[in-house]
């Protein structure tokens, strides 16, 4: 009896386990298809709401970290991270840091060495635009090396694209505009091998560094190519991004019809995509137009919606930027007492924005992470110890804690002290190659100079030969002719090498010489004398190299003096050492 007993309870466990089993199988896979679900809904988040997107992202990361889905974390960690460093603020940048560095943990440990590439570049572009460059930096030269290894043709173009990005984009805030126009130029050639969103990203860039620079006509070109390529492939908010750029470049061309229908734009698609701080950003360019357009009521509608958005995204940096165009109004209105009132928090804001960019970012995260450990062995250390030497562990504790914090401190500062070095070696490069290049430039021009008074030389002979003929016709100068016009075969070429001395002057000395063409009435002539009173040659070496008296350069010069309107007490060579 006892065994049938037995029997029974043996197979209801057994018939339990199954079905737990099964259950359990079940709710895996219908787990798993949620988070796929949700994961094809926000893998095309340019076109939807993203505060409701995030939502969702969530809530599947906690399905897939409970079923342990490493692919579907990945993706998560990976798309979290963009939306919220799209989204900007301070707040938004360190989460996306959390989500990268978790799916850069994921793709090291399944050896996915692409996605490793995808994530560091991630957070070389997070680290960015928190301003912290040197980790931007460290991010990046790592990614740019990996890259390059990339067999796979359209994966390789589309991590250099990205990466060369950064790169333009860290030699811009160092300002080095040169560095980072080749870096975009670049970032734009891997992306249209391989990325039609990424290319538009790149022509984005160069149009905002021309415009910066500014090159309107050549900023226009990149943000038109730059908005037909978001257009054609639906991409909500980098159309938002351009047509915001394009609205500023219209301010600067005074434009402002044009400004408006860009601002505006940008205001629509900003506010049906969630995207909020390009809706304040569009927000900002309305107000500024509308006063350009002396529309006041416009305008302080627009700055009220701007200033209630700012606050609500806590971003400081454009609340700067409205406070001072709120003082400036005020002050334009006769309102001067609260007028200073502005200009007094505008200041206040902006040095703190000022010093804010110069501390570490970092440092105090560590410090509080590292003690609130600590403190945790303190306190466990306490709960065992009787209380007649809890003073002693007390100390101790301390000790630990203090000495902890210098290692931390001390790390900080030699990774520090390692970054500074190498932005000192690769500026001392820079500033080494512009050296040598000066250099060469200075050296044609002074072989071109030579050459010039070469050809003078030659013409002082040629009127000196032609004094004796008229002189003395009945005497033989064959001799002389021929050997004249064998210097003048040789030396022929006068106006080239006058250009070639033009073209040198010009390396050394760019847009001065077109700089007095286009702002004074000065003929050619005029011109040359410019170009060696700018090289500081005395009227004696330009007698000789022009061939002319020294009366004749006075006079050339006080005629000068008087197209360029300078003052008496001032002379020419003066007046161009500061021009």
């Not at 949620?34 to 990361?61: F, P, Q, T």
């Not at 520090?416 to 932005?423: A, E």
Request: glycine content about 4%; some cysteine.
């Amino acid at each position: 009896m006892k065994f049938f007993q037995y029997i029974s309870v043996y197979f209801s466990l057994f018939l339990c386990t199954t079905i737990v089993a099964q259950q359990e199988k079940t709710n895996y896979h219908r787990d798993s298809l949620a988070v796929d679900n949700l994961l094809s809904k926000i893998e095309e988040y340019h076109s939807k709401n993203m505060d409701s997107l995030l939502k969702d992202g969530r809530r599947a990361l906690e399905i897939s970290e409970r079923i342990n889905t490493i692919d579907q974390q990945y993706k998560l960690h990976r798309i979290l991270g963009i939306m919220l460093a799209e989204r900007g603020s301070k707040e938004n940048y360190a989460k996306a840091i959390l989500h990268f560095k978790r799916a850069l943990k994921l793709s090291s440990k399944k050896g996915n060495q692409d996605q490793v590439i995808s994530m560091t570049n991630n957070l070389s572009g997070v680290h960015f635009y928190q301003g912290d460059y040197s980790k931007a930096l460290k991010y990046n030269i790592q990614v740019i090396e990996a890259a390059k290894k990339i067999k796979k043709d359209t994966v390789r173009h589309t991590m250099l694209g990205a990466s060369f990005n950064v790169s333009a984009m860290i030699y811009k805030k160092i300002l080095m505009p040169d560095s980072s126009m080749i870096n975009y130029k670049r970032s734009a050639s891997h992306y249209k091998l391989s990325d039609p969103i990424g290319y538009s990203t790149a022509l984005n860039n160069l149009g905002a560094l021309h415009s910066n620079q500014g090159n309107y006509e050549e900023s226009f070109v990149c943000y038109k190519k730059a908005l037909e390529g978001t257009r054609k492939n639906n991409s909500k908010l980098k159309e938002a991004i351009i047509t915001l750029n394009l609205g500023e470049l219209s301010v600067n061309l005074e434009n402002y019809p044009e400004a408006i229908k860009y601002f505006k734009s940008t205001l629509k698609l900003s506010t049906e995509n969630g995207y909020k701080k390009n809706q304040l950003l569009s927000y900002v360019g309305l107000t500024e137009t509308y006063y350009f357009l002396k529309k006041k009521d416009s305008a302080l509608l627009y700055l009220n919606r701007a200033f209630s958005l700012c606050d609500s995204l806590k971003s400081i940096d454009v609340k700067e930027r409205l406070l001072f165009i709120k003082a400036n109004r005020l002050q334009e209105a006769g309102d001067y007492k609260e007028a200073s009132n502005y200009f007094k928090l505008h200041k206040e804001l902006k040095d703190s924005l000022d010093k804010s960019n110069t501390i570490a970012k970092t440092t105090g995260v560590l410090i509080n992470n590292q003690q609130k450990i600590t403190e945790k062995k303190v306190d466990g250390l306490l709960n065992i110890v009787s209380k007649q030497y809890r003073w002693i562990y007390v100390f101790m504790a301390s000790i630990l804690i203090l000495g902890i914090l210098a290692y931390v401190i001390f790390k900080r500062y030699r990774s520090r002290l390692k970054t500074s070095k190498i932005d000192k070696k690769m500026l001392e490069a820079s500033l080494q190659s512009e050296k040598d290049n000066n250099a060469y430039i200075n050296r044609k021009l002074v072989a071109a100079t030579a050459n010039l008074a070469l050809k003078t030389d030659l013409l002082s002979k040629v009127n000196d030969l032609l004094g004796q003929i008229k002189n003395q016709p009945s005497q033989n100068l064959t001799k002389e002719i021929n050997e004249t016009q064998t210097q003048i075969k040789i030396q022929k070429n006068m106006d080239t090498m006058w250009k070639e001395f033009f073209i040198h002057f010009e390396e050394v000395h760019p847009e001065f010489l077109k700089d007095l063409k286009s702002r004074y009435n000065i003929t050619q002539h005029d011109l040359k004398i410019c170009a060696f009173l700018k090289m500081n040659l005395s009227n004696k070496e330009i007698c000789q190299l022009m061939n002319i008296n020294p009366t004749t350069v006075r006079v050339n010069i006080h005629r000068i003096k008087k197209k360029l309107n300078i003052p008496k007490e001032t002379s020419v060579v003066e007046f161009f050492s500061v021009n």
